[in-house]
């Protein structure tokens, strides 16, 4: 019976933890689109801190060219590092272009009350 309730236990704390590892890399989101290999040429970083707005969600468009003028390369990966690890950070889409393209537009949402810190690092041959 003691060996039971023991196993049991077991299970659970392991399923709370695993239910916290979802809460938390759920609100920590790091995107990853197309293939950064090691030969890939880094295009473009850019590093976004937007602080809270009360009461707002922030939101920010990362352009890529910034002018809109191509600049000849094909975009083959695109990474959006969440820098927010407790749980109050946001989500990065890709609105158009993207890996194959020569252009991208991503939107950087932040949670209700909460600011973006996020590192975005495009990648092209
Ligand atoms: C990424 O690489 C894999 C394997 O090399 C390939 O099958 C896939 O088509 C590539 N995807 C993109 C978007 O380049
Ligand atoms: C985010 O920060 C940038 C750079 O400081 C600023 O230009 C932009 O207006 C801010 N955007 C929002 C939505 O707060
Ligand atoms: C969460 O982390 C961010 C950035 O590191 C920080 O600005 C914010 O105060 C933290 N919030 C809480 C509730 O700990
Ligand atoms: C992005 O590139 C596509 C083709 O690669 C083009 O059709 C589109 O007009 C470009 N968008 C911008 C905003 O430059």
Same mark, same amino acid.
């Given at each position: 019976m =003691? %060996? %039971? @309730?023991?196993? +049991?236990?077991?299970?659970?704390? +392991?399923a709370l933890t695993i239910v916290a590892y979802i809460v938390t890399t759920t609100y920590a989101i790091s995107s990853t689109w197309g293939n950064?290999?090691?030969? #890939?040429?880094?295009? %473009? /970083? !850019?590093n976004v801190f937007n602080a809270s707005s009360p009461g707002k969600y922030v939101n920010r468009e990362i352009k890529f060219p910034k002018? $809109? &003028? $191509? @600049?000849? =390369? *094909? &975009? +083959? $990966? &695109? =990474? #959006?590092?969440?820098? /927010?690890t407790n749980g109050t950070g946001g989500h990065a889409t890709i609105y158009s272009g993207g890996p194959g393209f020569n252009n991208v537009t991503i939107k950087l949402q932040s949670q209700y009350n909460y600011g973006l810190i996020?590192? /975005? !690092? *495009?990648?092209?041959k």
């Open positions: =003691r %060996h %039971h @309730n023991c196993n +049991t236990l077991i299970k659970l704390s +392991t950064i290999s090691n030969s #890939a040429q880094l295009l %473009h /970083v !850019e002018n $809109g &003028i $191509g @600049n000849g =390369r *094909i &975009i +083959t $990966g &695109i =990474r #959006a590092f969440d820098q /927010v996020f590192r /975005v !690092e *495009i990648y092209g």
